[in-house]
């Protein structure tokens, strides 16, 4: 090996030396760097995983918007219904009283019309008792009893109304 130039002890002992270096740099170079990467590496994972989560909870999040807006839209729908229904029942009602208190001033004015045509009647059948008494009067040319005449023309009057209804 002489012959080659190589010297077994100085081999031997670079040998060692390199094994020495080896371990000491794979110690402390090596290891803390493999350690550094990983951890770097678990670093990229979390905030991948954390960037996932958060995509996740934007989407969950945005369809729970999506469900409340419809929610929202569809109780709106449903309190303008309401009101539409409530609007419909209060012009029903008004619309109700409205014929029952024309039905009523109806009856009030035909209640008023009878009083005053049955007034009317009374008045013509007084005035034309006046005028039966002073006609027979003028005719007797003698004074009778004025309330003898009126309960005899009155008489007469409702016989003729009573022949006047048969």
């Given at each position: 090996m002489e012959a080659l130039g190589i010297n077994l002890p100085q081999l031997i002992t670079q040998l060692i030396s390199f094994i020495i270096l080896f371990v000491v740099?794979?110690?402390l170079l090596y290891k803390p760097l493999l350690k550094a990467l990983?951890?770097?590496s678990a670093r990229i994972k979390e905030g991948l995983e954390a960037a996932e989560k958060a995509?996740?909870?934007a989407a969950a999040s945005q369809e729970e918007m999506r469900r409340q807006i419809q929610a929202a839209r569809n109780e709106g729908q449903a309190m303008i219904a309401q009101a539409r229904e409530v609007a419909d029942k209060f012009r029903d009602e008004e619309l109700a009283r409205a014929r029952q208190e024309i039905e009523a001033e109806?009856?009030?004015?035909?209640?008023n019309i009878q009083r005053e045509r049955d007034a009317a009647i009374e008045e013509?059948?007084?005035?034309?008792a006046g005028?039966?008494?002073?006609?027979?009067?003028?005719v007797v040319e003698k004074s009778?009893?004025?309330k003898a005449h009126r309960d005899l023309i009155n008489k007469v009057l409702m016989d003729s109304v009573t022949i006047a209804k048969k």
């Amino acid at each position: 090996m002489e012959a080659l130039g190589i010297n077994l002890p100085q081999l031997i002992t670079q040998l060692i030396s390199f094994i020495i270096l080896f371990v000491v740099l794979y110690s402390l170079l090596y290891k803390p760097l493999l350690k550094a990467l990983d951890n770097r590496s678990a670093r990229i994972k979390e905030g991948l995983e954390a960037a996932e989560k958060a995509k996740a909870e934007a989407a969950a999040s945005q369809e729970e918007m999506r469900r409340q807006i419809q929610a929202a839209r569809n109780e709106g729908q449903a309190m303008i219904a309401q009101a539409r229904e409530v609007a419909d029942k209060f012009r029903d009602e008004e619309l109700a009283r409205a014929r029952q208190e024309i039905e009523a001033e109806r009856a009030k004015a035909q209640l008023n019309i009878q009083r005053e045509r049955d007034a009317a009647i009374e008045e013509l059948r007084r005035q034309f008792a006046g005028l039966a008494i002073t006609a027979a009067e003028r005719v007797v040319e003698k004074s009778l009893d004025e309330k003898a005449h009126r309960d005899l023309i009155n008489k007469v009057l409702m016989d003729s109304v009573t022949i006047a209804k048969k």
